[in-house]
Every structure is written in C-alpha cells, then in structure tokens.
C-alpha cells in the first residue's frame, strides 16, 4: 500500500468518484461571504466597486507561513484548496479544507473535528489556533494531510451581529430556554435584529451540572443557525440599499490571503461550485497519550482525507 507521502508526491492515475454526497446549508455561507463581495459591487455600480475593493483591502491578512503552495490560476478556473477557519477568541471552533472545482461545478469539504490533538504540536487543532494562529493551522495540515492548502479564510464568529444588523435582522429557531446579558430566549422561533441581541443569543450557557462538552455543541449549533439564516437576506433589495454596513462587517470580521484580484476571480469563475457539496466528517478515535485520553486521526483517515481532496483536485 502506497504511504501518505508517496500519494502527495503524484498525480492520481485515474479519477476518483466521491459517495455519500449531501448538502450541508452551513457550509453554503463560508464559500457565499468569499463571492458575495464581488457579486454585491457588480450589482451596485462603480461607486460600489470601489467600496468593495476597501473592504477586500481590509480584511486581506497575509500569513507568516512555513509550509509553502501555490495557488492555480483562477482566471482559467483551476481547482485549488483553501483552509476556513471559524474562530471565536483565540479558538478555533469549525476547521474546514474545502477543494473547489468550477470545471466541475463542485465543492469537496474535509470537515475535522477541533479537538483533534496533534502530537508533532502536542496540542489540539482549537488550541493551536490560540498559540499559532492562522499559519499554524494552515502549516499542521498541510503536513498532516500532505496536501498544499494556498489560501485560507477566517470569520470572526463574534461579528455575526454585525451582519444581522447589516441585513435588517433574520429569525432562527431556538431549542431551550435561557437567559443572557439581559435577554430572556424561549423555545421556537425568534427574530434578531440588535448587534448586542445576538452577542447574548451566541453566549455559551451552562449550569454547575451541565456538560460543558454539550453546551459547547449547543452553541456552535445557534452560531450555524445564525449563519444559515443571514443567507437569503444577502441578496436582497434591503441589504443592497445599505451595502456598506455589510462591507463594514466584512472587513471587520473576515480575514484572508486573497487579494482584491483573487476575489473578483473567484465571483466571476467560481460561483457555481456551492450547488453542488460533498462533505467528508473525519472522525477521529480516542487513545491515551502521556496518561491522557486523545482524539487523533488514524492513518486510514488521514490517507483517506488525502486522496479525497488530490481526486477533488484532478477531476
């Protein structure tokens, strides 16, 4: 059998067909925020252009990177991979590569657990964003998946607000009761309209008997409902009128290693590959290091991540 390093040193010899496919509506969001800057200055005219351009200049962050991968060219429509990252703090909650494929009309997402613990940095992949940021995440997988990752994108998870407030307020549907800074939530469907609504709506609430793991989950579960629900209040008529407000929360909250050239790139050739996503959960397996029970990724899983996203790539 082939080693994880012999598979990334070639090209594929044949074509692998994914399985499983399904559609995930978060996932929609993360590759949506990337086009939509370019898509909202075509639609609002010269004037509009230029404020997209500010803000794509606002929220570009290049990295201090020691892994290196070049990224193909967009104006012919390659496939190329890219890390997103949605943080909160100096904690990475969702870690994502996703492979894009426009010849294809595709999106190829490896999905990885934020508590995966790597033992070349002997800590978890949430962590390691507390320690060595963006470039360190983007460094540990492409070592660990042997797979060059060019460019990568951050969403502030804090500065959902802003975008609520942005797009006139969304309604999500609420699970349990709880109360937060002030603000009461009771179960069914609710409407946030307030930056400090939703901060308090997105506040991690436990008890003293509460499994923290489990509260943990519920709140990165009301941070996707957010997400999902800004989606259609994106492109309309209300949210065009006050573009700015919105291009103010994208460079407040988003961050990236795509220039303003890349972006226009990616709205005019790209914009299809959401319509069709194949998501690929690597769940990891528990086992005890330094007296400690760990999440790892297996060998199986990891060479499986990799010929995922090489097929993702050479389709």
Known sequence: ?????????????????????????????????????????????????????????????????????????????????FLFLGVNGKTANDILVLTVNPKQNKTTVVSLNRNIYLQS????????YGTKGTAGEVDALQTLLGVEIPRYM??????????????????????TNFISSGYEFKPGTLNLKKVDEVKAFLTKVSGPNDDPAKAESSLIDREQSVLIAIIPKMKSANTLLKYKKFLTAFGDNIKTDFVFGNIKALGVNYNGVLG?????????????????????LSEDLINKAHDRIEAALNE
């Not at 800057?37 to 075509?42: D, E, K, P, Q």
């Not at 940095?121 to 390691?128: C, I, N, V």
């Not at 502030?156 to 699970?175: H, S, T």
């Open 121 to 128: 940095e002997a800590t978890t992949l949430k962590e390691l």
């Open 276 to 296: 069709n996503i194949t998501k690929e959960n690597l769940k990891p397996i528990e086992t005890t290091i330094d007296g400690k029970v760990q999440k790892i």
């Open 1 to 81: 059998m082939e080693t994880r390093r012999r598979r990334a040193e070639r090209i594929p010899e044949k074509k692998v067909k994914t399985k499983n496919k399904k559609k995930h509506r978060g996932l929609k969001i993360f590759g949506l925020i990337v086009l939509l800057i370019a898509l909202i200055g075509g639609a609002i005219g010269g004037k509009g252009y230029l404020d997209v351009k500010k803000a794509s200049e606002k929220s570009y962050q290049p990295i201090d990177r020691k892994t290196s991968a070049k990224l193909p060219s967009l104006k012919s429509k390659s496939p190329f991979s």
């Open 154 to 175: 951050t969403f502030d998870m804090r500065g959902l607000g802003d975008f609520v407030e942005a797009v006139g307020g969304v309604d999500v549907q609420n699970d």
